[in-house]
């Protein structure tokens, strides 16, 4: 992972070159597209992602995953977010949660984000281009609920040094895959599930309501006790209310 990286002052966005590069036959297992700026970033559910030039870690991870089922995508966002999240604790200490699907907080504050776009052949993920946002030195935020690793510690980092502990982080995690032990994977992810048993507010259909996430399924839906019964969500049927 990460031996070769393209370096970009300035893009519209790591993850639509990366897929450009898969579509065109010219990808690599384990290449690194990344930016000190992205003009078009781009989170889940068509969210923007705006970063400071030059203050953060903005890039995509090809990754060319060995016999991955279509089924099964969700177990790669959880070694992605479980590799992001073990970095983040190892620089911020505890407080540090994975919000579901696949940002990562400390505390209440997005610190990360992730999406995933995946290439599809029959069955079988081909390829996946992994985007990952991660606030490192930003100190100003449009939004209370961001943070960065600066703001948390109090400390400025060198971009390139954490881009290297974060790989290795992410290739750990990563390992989970071959070997399919997916019981592990599901314990450590729902250990580091924000919320987890804990009473919550979301909107569903437009509506606030009240409920306990108790789990993740197989699929990567949100599993949601409620005083009228168990509720199951897809990632875009419901939005948490932090």
């Excluded at 407080?95 to 504050?109: F, R, Y």
């Excluded at 881009?163 to 997916?182: N, R």
Aim: charged residues 20%; hydrophobic residues 45%.
């Amino acid at each position: 992972m990460g031996k070769n990286i393209i370096y970009l002052t300035s893009c519209h966005s790591t993850n639509d070159i990366a897929t450009h590069k898969v579509r065109s036959g010219l990808a690599e297992n384990g290449e690194i597209i990344i930016a000190d700026e992205q003009t078009a970033g781009r989170g889940l559910q068509g969210n923007r992602w705006i970063s400071r030039k030059g203050a953060n870690l903005m890039f995509s991870l090809i990754l060319k995953p060995e016999n991955l089922r279509v089924a099964d995508q969700f177990r790669l966002s959880q070694c992605i977010a479980l590799g992001v999240a073990g970095f983040v604790a190892s620089v911020a200490g505890p407080g540090v949660s994975v919000k579901w699907p696949n940002d990562v907080l400390i505390g209440k504050q997005k610190v990360a984000g992730i999406l995933i776009e995946n290439t599809i052949r029959g069955q079988m993920i081909a390829f996946s281009v992994v985007g990952i946002g991660l606030n490192v030195n930003e100190t100003a935020f449009d939004n209370p609920r961001t943070t960065s690793l600066s703001a948390v510690t109090g400390r400025a980092f060198d971009l390139e040094e954490q881009m290297g502990s974060l790989l290795c982080f992410l290739e750990e995690s990563l390992a989970i895959l071959p070997a399919g032990d997916w019981q592990v994977l599901d314990d450590r992810y729902l250990n580091q599930l924000f919320g987890l048993n804990e009473t919550r507010e979301f909107i569903a259909d437009g509506q606030v309501f009240s409920g306990v996430p108790s789990g993740i399924t197989p699929e990567g839906r949100l599993i949601i006790f409620t005083g009228s019964g168990t509720r199951i969500f897809d990632i875009k049927e419901v939005s948490w209310v932090l």
